[in-house]
């Protein structure tokens, strides 16, 4: 049978919870990071994958957005070329404060196998980066893990301070 | 006895050379010994174009002409011959051995069912007339051939770098391009994004990605001890697990509880 009454005897009698500040922010900000749809190569099928209802990003709250005025996240996935390297600045400086960055994969960490000219030596170079995925590809599951640890670290910082620019300089 | 040669840059050139080591050659044949192809060769013959050499190999003709008529065979053997489509142009880099660069027209016939290829030698930087009016696929093949080569092309009408960026220096694909790149690629992106000045502060590529510092917390850390970026190596580390609410870990984060959960066994539910 259904109940349709509030059990007020639960948490202490009463219906509130006692909370920080800082972790309800850091709940909110940690449970919806939007990221930037951004494959750039074979990893971005593995982001693909991740997205799809196999494997459900969006109970995370991950939801990839078109634009980086819309993301929290940049989940870099595949191999930065130089050519390319300048866009990818452009779009981290687009993105809104606060901002995260995932390297994801062996290319966009270190270069990978491409040891050539026209590959960034990971992306570090370009922009700052909070979480580094190995593998080559990562599966999806590997890619959700990283959103978790990435998810514990903000949780585990404070929401409200002075946003230092995260810069490379 | 063989000469004493210093061997600290083996990769750079073999110190040890056969010297009665003779590189295979693909058999070449006489092109009198195929009529379809020994038919094309006297049609280009009989345009008064200048025909340096002619052979088959691996049941291909190549055709050696000169540089200048490049247009006239290819629109010949397009209108005439039935070679309707040009299914690769490249350049072949020789500038150590030869001082230039001989760049090739595979063509490809369907209604003969045979494929020949024609074959020009150009100085460094002497220029050569764009076929793209002829075949459409030269417009992309040309601009690559300059990117790569640094090949110069007379009258096409977008002459411009098809893959490396518009200001990039060099061409890549000349054998004396390092696979890694010079200086000026090595910071082409922070010479760009950041400037000159960057230089001394982001630092030279790391290239050796084979490279594992285990005492590096900052970009390795095993899967269930990760630590915050600039932590103290600790090898007797306790796990971290994710803590949930009910464990006075995040807020509103509960555990799953699999007995709790419903498992919808009917499909058609």
Redesign the interface.
Known sequence: MAQHQVNYMQDGGLPV?L?SID??VN?GRS?SLWALTYGLACCGIEMMASGASRYDFDRFGTIFRASPRQADIMIVAGTLT??H??FI?RLYDQMTEPKWVISMG?CAN????F????T???VD??IPVDL?L?GCAPRPESLQ?AV??LQ??I??QKAIKTQKPKR?? | MRAYTPKENVQKKAYYTDRYWVAPQVAKFDVESDAVFSEDLKAIKDAKITVLEAFIQVDQMVVYIKPEDNVATLELLRDECGYTQLSELSAIDWISKRGGFEVFYQMLSMTKRKRLRIKCFIDEKQPIESVQSLFRSADWAEREMYDMFGVIINNHPFMKRIL??DDWEGH?LRKT??????EF??W???D???GKE?RD??GP???D?ARVDRYDTE??AR?GH?V?KGAEFNPDQEKTP?AYQEDDG????EGFEEDKSQIIRDRKR
């Open positions: 919870a909370t972790k309800l709940w449970n130089k050519k390297a300048e600045k062996s270190t270069g990978g196998m040891n050539t000219y026209a960034v030596q990971g170079r370009v580094y190995p893990y978790m640890l514990k670290k949780r585990s490379l300089m | 490396m960026p890549p391009y390092p696979l890694q790149g010079d690629a090595a082409y992106e922070v760009k994004i950041f960057a502060i982001i590529e790391i290239r990605t970009r390795f899967l990760e915050p994710l995040v807020f509103l984060i």
